[in-house]
């Protein structure tokens, strides 16, 4: 059976490569929907995809657009609903991800390597390029911004996934985060070693 990751469950992985040892492994889930920013980005999406299902963003050269898009690619290992699918007059397309949280100047990698996963799966489901993707930061103004994808960072994102599919199959268990602050709301803090 091909193991399918979401965008989500690679960002905890490079929050702690122990959140795919626990959730995958051990199938102990950690209720991410009970937070509260979990359950106001889900709100803002719903409320997005109404309120701008005919608008394109001319400005940035989007042609088309498609909204809330399941994707999924075995050979990737991935699978994802992309807030919008964007076609540009370049004949590329782009993924447009909705944030709630603010811009502070800086690109979080957890926003760029979602955004990514979101564009290998569109390559893989459309068979057309992508270079760029596109961040919507909600909770300043809606802010958006671009974000230029590298190789580099292509092949350190298939690199995570080989890491991640590795812990899920074999059953390895894999080192804790460096950034032990990231331990004091952490989910599996109480059965971590």
């Not at 809606?142 to 074999?170: A, H």
């Given at each position: 059976m091909?193991?399918?990751?979401?965008?989500?469950?690679?960002?905890?992985?490079?929050?702690?490569?122990?959140?795919?040892?626990?959730?995958?492994v051990?199938?102990?889930q950690?209720?991410?929907?009970?937070?509260?920013?979990?359950?106001?980005?889900?709100?803002?999406?719903?409320?997005?995809?109404?309120?701008?299902?005919?608008?394109?963003?001319k400005?940035?050269?989007?042609?088309?657009?498609?909204?809330?898009?399941?994707?999924?690619?075995?050979?990737?290992?991935?699978?994802?609903?992309?807030?919008?699918?964007?076609?540009l007059?370049?004949?590329?397309?782009?993924?447009?991800?909705?944030?709630?949280?603010e811009?502070?100047?800086?690109?979080?990698?957890?926003?760029?390597?979602?955004?990514l996963?979101?564009?290998?799966?569109?390559?893989?489901?459309?068979?057309?390029?992508?270079?760029?993707?596109?961040?919507?930061?909600?909770?300043?103004?809606?802010?958006?911004?671009?974000?230029?994808f590298?190789?580099?960072?292509?092949?350190?994102?298939?690199?995570?996934i080989?890491?991640?599919?590795?812990?899920?199959?074999?059953?390895?268990?894999?080192?804790?985060?460096?950034?032990?602050?990231?331990?004091?709301?952490?989910?599996y803090?109480?059965?971590?070693?």
């Amino acid at each position: 059976m091909t193991t399918l990751l979401t965008p989500s469950e690679i960002i905890e992985y490079l929050y702690c490569p122990r959140f795919t040892y626990f959730m995958f492994v051990l199938d102990i889930q950690q209720h991410e929907e009970k937070r509260y920013k979990v359950q106001v980005g889900r709100e803002i999406h719903e409320e997005k995809a109404q309120i701008n299902k005919d608008y394109l963003r001319k400005k940035i050269g989007v042609t088309a657009k498609e909204q809330e898009v399941y994707l999924s690619n075995d050979t990737l290992h991935l699978k994802g609903i992309v807030d919008e699918v964007l076609t540009l007059e370049n004949g590329t397309m782009a993924p447009l991800d909705y944030k709630f949280a603010e811009y502070s100047d800086y690109m979080f990698s957890t926003h760029k390597y979602q955004s990514l996963c979101y564009a290998l799966l569109i390559e893989a489901n459309y068979g057309l390029p992508v270079k760029t993707g596109f961040i919507v930061y909600t909770r300043s103004n809606n802010k958006l911004i671009e974000i230029e994808f590298k190789d580099e960072d292509r092949d350190k994102l298939k690199e995570i996934i080989r890491e991640m599919v590795l812990i899920i199959q074999k059953g390895f268990f894999p080192k804790k985060t460096k950034s032990t602050a990231r331990c004091g709301d952490c989910t599996y803090r109480n059965i971590c070693v």
